[in-house]
């Protein structure tokens, strides 16, 4: 196990409401570390040169919207198995001022979440909202996960076909039917209620990938409609663990993931 001395990244667009520092740095500080990992705020014009000063500055970053897509294409060469199906990339590892390895850990943290949730997916439909990173890391995650097929919806017709041709790759049917479970992977929704209620026709799951305040409107119509709502602290807490164990090279101790785990719950004690 490595412990970090280079600094740790986020990069995405809007960062002020992410956890993410509190989790990586409460486990960092159980290994005797530091406080290394930090937010860095990047518009869209400027996200290549940031791509490089990560590779010249950290030992790792991970990687959040508008930019994971992006991510995939910058380190393609580097791309794990997950990544390259996901085409998304949320977390890479470096070595020498260049990448070593690019990952997707958000597949693990929904099919962490889904089981921790005690929700089934096998055989039955998956409704994916959106189209971004987070979209497809749901749809690999639901063939993982044995679905039967996709229900897919996405305001643009060209990330919506994109996503379907991903869907079919992973065995998966595209459906116009009525799902068991409905990830929210949109980064925003004008009318949550309404969009879980085309989605899930009778009682189902709700899988808000947003957190904190953010999830509240999803949440109140989805237990108003007596469906089992998870919000996305728990897929953040286990794409996280899994983030940190590969910028350590190695298994995360027990230890420092309960630390991660106590500073998510105690940061949702405040929000």
Known sequence: MIVP???LWLLGRDLSQSPSPLLHNAALA???APPLYALHAVEPADVERAFD??????RGSNVTAPYKLRAAERWRAVLDDTARAVGAVNTVV???DR???AHNTDVRGLLTAWRRASVDVTGR???VLGAGGAARAAVVAAGEAKARAVALSARRTDAADALATLARARGLAVVDEP???VVLAASALEDPGAAIARALRGPGSVHELRYGAAARTSRDAALKAGHVFLDGTSMLL???QAALALFLGGTLPDHASAAMAAAVSAWLKRT
């Open 125 to 127: 439909v998956v409704a």
């Open 238 to 240: 286990a794409q996280a």
């Open 99 to 101: 990448a070593v390895s």
């Open 94 to 96: 470096f070595e020498r």
């Open 30 to 32: 159980a290994l005797g």
């Open 179 to 181: 799902a068991q479970l």
């Open 53 to 58: 000063d990560a590779e010249h500055t950290c």
């Open 5 to 7: 001395t280079r600094p």
